[in-house]
């Protein structure tokens, strides 16, 4: 999924390496291990695949204003999987678990200012515009939603 330039258009623009994706899980595992909270694989329910990832992070990330102060909501599904309303599922799922497991009342997700789908599911799932940023030289649009 993070090799594919479908996938990773919005998110930093380029395929990932092996070596970026390993980092990437190593992270995973981390988040839960230090925070208790982070990543989910998406599995479409019928089949079994892998669909994607969905979860909560604190990535620290060099961003003005800071999103320190709240879990970020990140999602990701595989190419084949978009437009079948997954992400939608997930993130809301995610939401569900985040109000009951979750200390903050408050989480953020930033998203590509040409990414319409993913601005679809964020509103849908009630993000609302916090407001715009750049982040590594990139614009982008800051949301946050109450859990």
């Given at each position: 999924m993070?090799?594919?330039?479908?996938?990773?258009?919005?998110i930093?623009?380029?395929?990932?390496t092996?070596?970026e994706?390993?980092?990437?899980?190593l992270?995973y595992?981390?988040h839960?291990?230090?925070?208790?909270?982070g990543f989910?694989?998406v599995?479409?329910?019928?089949t079994?695949?892998f669909?994607?990832?969905?979860g909560?992070?604190?990535?620290?990330r060099?961003?003005?204003?800071?999103?320190?102060?709240?879990?970020?909501?990140?999602?990701?599904?595989?190419?084949?999987?978009?437009g079948r309303?997954?992400a939608?599922?997930?993130?809301?799922?995610?939401?569900?678990w985040?109000?009951?497991?979750?200390?903050?009342?408050?989480?953020a997700c930033?998203?590509?200012?040409a990414n319409?789908?993913?601005?679809?599911?964020?509103?849908?799932c009630?993000?609302?515009?916090?407001?715009?940023?750049?982040?590594?030289?990139?614009?982008?649009?800051?949301?946050?939603?109450?859990?």
């Amino acid at each position: 999924m993070w090799s594919d330039p479908a996938v990773t258009r919005f998110i930093g623009g380029r395929p990932f390496t092996e070596e970026e994706v390993w980092a990437r899980f190593l992270r995973y595992a981390g988040h839960w291990h230090v925070l208790g909270f982070g990543f989910w694989v998406v599995e479409e329910c019928s089949t079994g695949r892998f669909a994607g990832e969905v979860g909560f992070a604190n990535l620290k990330r060099d961003i003005q204003p800071s999103l320190d102060e709240y879990p970020e909501l990140g999602w990701v599904l595989a190419s084949e999987f978009h437009g079948r309303g997954y992400a939608t599922e997930a993130v809301s799922a995610a939401l569900d678990w985040g109000r009951v497991n979750l200390p903050a009342k408050t989480t953020a997700c930033i998203i590509h200012p040409a990414n319409a789908a993913s601005l679809r599911v964020a509103e849908k799932c009630g993000f609302r515009k916090r407001c715009d940023a750049v982040y590594k030289g990139h614009s982008t649009v800051m949301f946050t939603r109450e859990l």
